[in-house]
């Protein structure tokens, strides 16, 4: 049996293969509000970076912000959002950036377009129970959505669809950080190998 020392090496070994690729890939982390997707990209970019691969994270909040101001949370709009997000991957795909992104995608025909559109698409489905994400709410948004004070809000007022056949599917309220990261990690090197 290997030990986690040995695991390590191999993950390792794999990543120096995956820093060497010709076209960087985008990691979609894509799960319900709350579920850990921001902090799971974080790490996850962290971890790359320190393996020599050029990263950047980019988080569903933060573009909607910079970006996407004006757009609201209909279906149109939120396809819209997506749009720009896989517009600047790509860029940075084609630049040698490796970008990792935390953003719900909640819909099916979403994701669907992100992998006809990026080059090197590895989607990460974060399953977390909605009871969970609605306990780790700090900002309070799933009982506001409950209460009807938030219209279209996904896994209340609007659906989530899950990944039928996500790359990786992570589990964040059993496993840790460092233990979904070390996942995502292994399955990247596992398709870095096949694709060099």
């Not at 899950?162 to 059993?174: S, Y």
Request: include cysteine; aromatic fraction near 6%.
């Amino acid at each position: 049996m290997e030990t986690d020392e040995e695991a390590d090496a191999e993950i390792e070994r794999r990543l120096t293969e995956l820093s060497g690729w010709k076209v960087a890939a985008t990691i979609w982390l894509t799960g319900l509000p709350s579920s850990g997707k921001t902090t799971t990209a974080f790490a996850l970019a962290a971890a790359l970076r320190e393996s020599g691969v050029k990263v950047e994270c980019l988080d569903g909040d933060e573009l909607r912000r910079k970006v996407g101001r004006e757009l609201g949370f209909s279906r149109e709009d939120r396809l819209e959002n997506i749009r720009r997000a896989v517009y600047i991957s790509k860029l940075l795909n084609r630049n040698g950036v490796t970008t990792v992104i935390s953003m719900i995608a909640p819909y099916a025909e979403m994701r669907d377009y992100a992998r006809a559109e990026l080059e090197s698409y590895v989607e990460v489905y974060v399953h977390c129970p909605l009871e969970e994400c609605i306990r780790r709410d700090v900002k309070g948004l799933y009982a506001k959505a409950i209460k009807g004070e938030i219209a279209a809000f996904t896994g209340i007022s609007d659906i989530y669809e899950p990944p039928t056949h996500p790359e990786v599917t992570i589990h964040t309220h059993t496993n840790g950080v460092e233990s979904n990261v070390r996942q995502i990690l292994d399955s990247l090197a596992r398709i870095g190998t096949n694709r060099s």
